[in-house]
């Protein structure tokens, strides 16, 4: 079956612009969750959607949103962008309570 | 509150064995483990639940000790494909799902 994918996988961006990241999770998958990737940070993350509800969010400014459609395909939002921006941002979907995550390849986020 | 991993970084060649610890501050309900390698996205290894439950790999083992609030990933006889850096993750809110804080990884290279 197809994976999490993950559209753009790279992306150059100006400070101050925003962006739009997209996540389609495994068909069945209602659950997905967002981190960001920084070599210095690890994997921080973001929020975590199910069933179109944020369950939990983290420790983010609010320029990070979210949101989650009726398919369970999501999307993160970041505006005003920063150069600490610059990132790996992967999701990941996974069944629900006790499973594993499946990540996407991530989406790349250069921030100039 | 983020699990601590250790050691930070090792360095194998083909056939040893290796081990890689994961402590918690809090209690645990589940641990999850997983392998990135370079430029790739997270790859889901195993996940142990409180109880003894087990799901995942068959060729990497672990242990979930509860009351030490620790969980050991064991590769033994490794090999050039394990390469690659492991995180552990643990979920924030407690039970076995909510969304997951990672460590900060162990960088795992084999050499010939």
């Known amino acids: 079956k197809a994976g999490v994918t993950q559209t753009p996988r790279y992306l150059i961006k100006t400070r101050g612009q925003q962006v739009t990241l997209s996540c389609s999770p495994i068909?069945?998958?209602?659950?997905v969750s967002w981190y960001q990737q920084t070599p210095g940070q690890g994997l921080q993350f973001l929020f975590e959607?199910?069933?179109?509800?944020?369950?939990n969010k983290g420790n983010f400014p609010g320029r990070f949103s979210g949101r989650q459609f009726s398919n369970s395909r999501s999307e993160m939002n970041v505006s005003t962008l920063e150069l600490g921006d610059s990132a790996l941002y992967l999701c990941?979907?996974?069944?629900?309570?006790?499973?594993?995550?499946?990540f996407g390849s991530g989406t790349r986020l250069t921030v100039v | 509150q983020q699990p601590v991993q250790s050691p930070q970084a090792v360095i194998l060649r083909e056939g040893e064995d290796a081990v890689i610890n994961c402590s918690s501050s809090?209690?645990?309900?589940?641990v999850h483990w997983y392998r990135q390698k370079h430029g790739e996205a997270p790859v889901f290894l195993m996940i142990?639940?409180?109880?003894?439950e087990q799901k995942g790999h068959e060729k990497i083992s672990a242990s979930f000790n509860e009351k030490k609030q620790q969980s050991s990933l064991y590769l033994t006889a490794s090999q050039l494909s394990y390469s690659g850096t492991y995180f552990c993750?643990?979920?924030?809110?407690?039970?076995?799902?909510?969304?997951?804080?990672f460590g900060k990884g162990t960088k795992l290279s084999v050499k010939p």
């Open positions: 993750g643990t979920p924030n809110y407690g039970g076995s799902q909510g969304n997951l804080i």
């Open positions: 068909s069945g998958h209602r659950s």
């Open positions: 990941a979907s996974s069944q629900g309570q006790g499973d594993g995550y499946t």
């Open positions: 809090k209690a645990l309900y589940s």
């Open positions: 142990l639940l409180k109880g003894g």
């Open positions: 959607y199910f069933s179109e509800t944020q369950r």
